[in-house]
């Protein structure tokens, strides 16, 4: 009795993880077809954090949920924007390797900017995060009372300050993360 039990549970734990499998495949396949379509993921993202501030303006509430969700934003950007090889340890590695008597790499060579976090990244960990948010609005509990001007005035502060540091560090180690005034070549 207990063999017949257990191959009935096990068949019935086989038949999730078939689905749960079937899901996770579905779930990628659209994402790997909305990938190059960049322009219309970043307008549905736009979409989704017009909605979430058209709940917080309208309710009047979870400033608290804005505010974390609003700093997690902060964070990525910054992550998108920063290289995946710092800079500063390179040039450390280097001076020691100048000290060592190695040859000196050029510093005219060709190093591609690699982005810590890639685009594709960025919007869906962006997309999640403000579903996410969106979704936590729904929760009476997590309407925390607050002076939202100070939280206000702290997030420009600190984007204000975070973005003058990695502005500065840009200019000191000579990278553009995007692609304004960079020269293109064509194929011949």
Not at 39 to 67: G, K, N, Q
Not at 156 to 175: A, G, N, P, R, V
């Amino acid at each position: 009795m207990d063999n017949e039990e257990d191959g009935s549970n096990n068949k019935y734990y086989n038949d999730f993880l078939k689905q749960v499998n079937r899901a996770k495949l579905t779930y990628q396949t659209y994402l790997d077809k909305i990938t190059p379509h960049a322009v219309y993921r970043w307008a549905s993202f736009y979409v989704l954090i017009f909605a979430f501030m058209l709940r917080i303006f309208m309710t009047e509430s979870w400033y608290i949920v804005c505010y974390t969700h609003a700093i997690y934003l902060l964070n990525l950007f910054l992550a998108f924007l920063t290289p995946k090889f710092d800079p500063s340890l390179e040039q450390e590695q280097r001076d020691e390797s100048m000290e060592e008597g190695a040859a000196a790499m050029n510093e005219e060579d060709f190093r591609p900017f690699i982005r810590r976090l890639p685009e594709f990244k960025f919007w869906y960990n962006a997309t999640w995060a403000t579903i996410l948010a969106l979704f936590s609005t729904l929760f009476k509990f997590l309407d925390i009372p607050v002076f939202w001007p100070i939280l206000l005035m702290y997030f420009i502060i600190l984007f204000t300050l975070t973005m003058k540091k990695q502005i500065q560090h840009m200019i000191k180690y000579k990278y553009i993360p995007w692609d304004l005034g960079k020269k293109h070549y064509s194929r011949k």
